[in-house]
């Protein structure tokens, strides 16, 4: 069975930085696409990065060259480093993971089967 859990959100200040974790279990991050998407309040789920099956990293436009998504090695977890935040980041952000989506899907949420249960990130002076 498929479990995502995410770990360290939290309140930070305008350019500082947070590093979100995601733990999978019941099964191998080199088979499956791995994402992090974000929902503000009022605002649709927009994504923000995937790790498409353990190698090859996809990032949102707003979030490129600002975070980084990247597996840890010998654990089947997958981090979501996150410098120079800005207000704007201010979301609850989730795991999601699926091991059927071919490249093109990977934008859309809706394509996602599985989901951890998202933690708050604040950016805020």
């Known amino acids: 069975q498929v479990h995502l859990v995410e770990s360290g959100g939290g309140l930070v200040q305008p350019g500082g930085s947070l590093r979100l974790s995601c733990a999978a279990s019941?099964?191998?991050?080199?088979?499956?696409?791995i994402g992090w998407f974000r929902q503000a309040p009022g605002k649709e789920r927009e994504f923000v990065a995937t790790?498409?099956?353990?190698?090859?990293?996809y990032y949102s436009d707003s979030v490129k060259g600002r975070f980084t998504i990247s597996r840890v090695n010998a654990k089947n977890t997958v981090n979501l480093q996150m410098n120079d935040l800005k207000p704007d980041d201010t979301a609850y952000y989730y795991c999601?993971?699926?091991?059927?989506?071919?490249?093109?899907?990977?934008?859309?949420?809706?394509?996602?089967?599985?989901w951890g249960q998202g933690t708050q990130v604040t950016v805020s002076s």
């Open positions: 999601a993971g699926d091991g059927r989506l071919i490249l093109s899907s990977i934008w859309n949420h809706a394509n996602y089967d599985d």
């Open positions: 790790l498409f099956r353990g190698r090859t990293t």
């Open positions: 019941g099964f191998a991050l080199d088979v499956y696409a």
